[in-house]
Each structure stands twice: as structure tokens, then as C-alpha cells.
């Protein structure tokens, strides 16, 4: 409830004074329960090694128990994912190595935006709500090419080169408004569009 709306998506906003209101909208976000996941078939838009990339989603989530970890999103098993620690802190992994971990909180209970902006040949950069909170240069490329982007859980294979699969490190929370790139944005492209409606055709938008 409140007594202002502001629409970023459409950049509108109105007053309404001293009225009360509250939205009855349904929210159509994925819910995760701390149990399960989701899958999405990027078999057809996939990077491949050479290209630069960049994925985005909303998301809010409670933190995990002591010593546990969430996870964002996971492709490859863990050759590139997103995990949270108990204390709510980024954590992005390359190549089945853990990179620097972010310090602030993400797992508020509040909504928060996530990008993850991959340059070929060059660095990776993981924004929160446009911020600029992990970056380093990756040893080895980060490859994104896959049958399945899963969100919400760590998807690793359970013989080497076997195509069956365990899940672990659920995330508990919402996910919403995923995009994938296939192509070279910069950190103030990303920033720019987190608040904006999409209509499907905008170039590099692969998913």
C-alpha cells in the first residue's frame, strides 16, 4: 500500500494523494519452493565459445540455511552459474571455479535485477540492479553452450560424459523476466533495459 506508482517499465507514475491502494494483480513470476527447478530448451540459441553474451532476470529469494548455498541459474553443470551464499552474497562460478564473491546482501526478500554480461576474449561482469558487483577476466572461455539453462537449481552430471543428471543447491524464491543475448552489450545497455518491456525482436535477443 502507498500513496505513489511508478510504471519504470513505461517511465509513467501517478499520485493518488492520501488514498490507500494496494495491487490485486497476479504474479506470474516462476515460484521456487527450495525443492525444484526449471528448465529452459536453449538447444536453438545458445552461444558457441566464440560469441559474447549476456543474461538477465529478476529474481528474489530467501537466503539458504547455514553453510548452504542457492542457486541462480546453472548451465553445463557448473561451467557457468550463479549462487547465493547463507549470507545472501553473489557468487559467480567459471569453469567449475568459484570467482569473487560480491558483498552485499541480494537474498532481502526484495526484488532485485541480475546480469551477467560475457565478452569474448575479454572480461565477465555480473550486475546487481545495474551496480557493477563482480568482474574478473576468465582463464578459460565461458561456455554457455547447452541443451538446458536451468534456474534454480545446480545441474551437474552425475558419470563424466553421462547425460543423466542430479540437482542440488535449490533456490528458494521468484524468478522472473529471463533474457538471453547473443551478443556484445555493454554495462550501460544492460542497465538501461533492465526496466524496459520488450517487444521480441530487439537485435541479440536470443531468448
Known sequence: MGTAATDAA????????AANWYFAAANKSLAFNGAAHADIDITACSPSAEDSYALEMWFRGDKPAA????????VNGDSVAAQFTDQGALRIIASGKESTVASVNCLDDLWHHFALNVLAGGSVTALIDGQNVVQFAPV???????DKLVLGAMRKPQTAGAADYAFSDYFNGNIDE??????????DVLRNRRNTRLEGSESGLAA
Open 140 to 146: 578459460r572461455p565461458l561456455h554457455f553452450q547447452a
Open 178 to 187: 529471463v533474457r538471453l543475448w547473443n551478443a556484445k552489450l555493454s554495462a
Open 67 to 74: 553453510g548452504q548455498t542457492a542457486t541462480l541459474f546453472s
Open 10 to 17: 513505461r517511465s509513467r507514475n501517478m499520485t493518488l494523494g
